[in-house]
């Protein structure tokens, strides 16, 4: 693991504890940046379906909400995780909120974004590969479903 791994990079959980993210080495990772009350937040229901297809293959949704976008995640983290639950059935982790698109963005969004684009909306998708690299980006109107997605993640899932 290498000094600016992605497994390095230290994450808030839900219930307020703090670890990085070498647990999920080795694993095939879909970090998220969502939001509750966004015209995307259906694609929970997306990823769930995607997360229980693949979840049995090594593959992990990391969820972190932000109201860095439109305000559209006010609420507590607690009520994230409720909402999440009650009305997606979601089961992949949910993190604490960060910020994904202001100037004091999390240390993992900016691992991810690099040099690239900034965060643009809520539900963008990042696909991390075994190793820790980013392999694609989609963007927020992508669905988790989508061909795009599906092809990638399953040849993620090959290496």
Aim: hydrophobic share 35%.
């Amino acid at each position: 693991m290498t000094k600016n791994s992605i497994y390095t990079i230290s994450v808030t959980t839900a219930d307020g504890k703090e670890k990085t993210l070498q647990e999920y080495e080795g694993k095939v990772l879909l970090i998220v940046n969502v939001a509750s009350k966004c015209g995307f937040t259906s694609q929970y229901e997306q990823l769930e379906t995607i997360y229980q297809k693949y979840k049995e293959q090594g593959f992990e949704i990391l969820a972190f909400p932000s109201n860095d976008f439109g305000g559209q995640e006010p609420g507590t983290v607690e009520d994230i995780v409720e909402f999440c639950q009650v009305n997606y059935g979601v089961s992949f982790e949910v993190f604490d909120k960060v910020h994904a698109g202001k100037e004091e963005t999390h240390p993992l969004f900016q691992h991810l974004i690099d040099s690239n684009e900034p965060v643009q909306w809520n539900f963008e998708k990042f696909l991390i590969s075994r190793d820790g690299e980013l392999l694609e980006r989609f963007e927020s109107k992508i669905k988790p479903d989508d061909t795009l997605v599906i092809q990638a993640l399953e040849a993620a899932l090959q290496q």
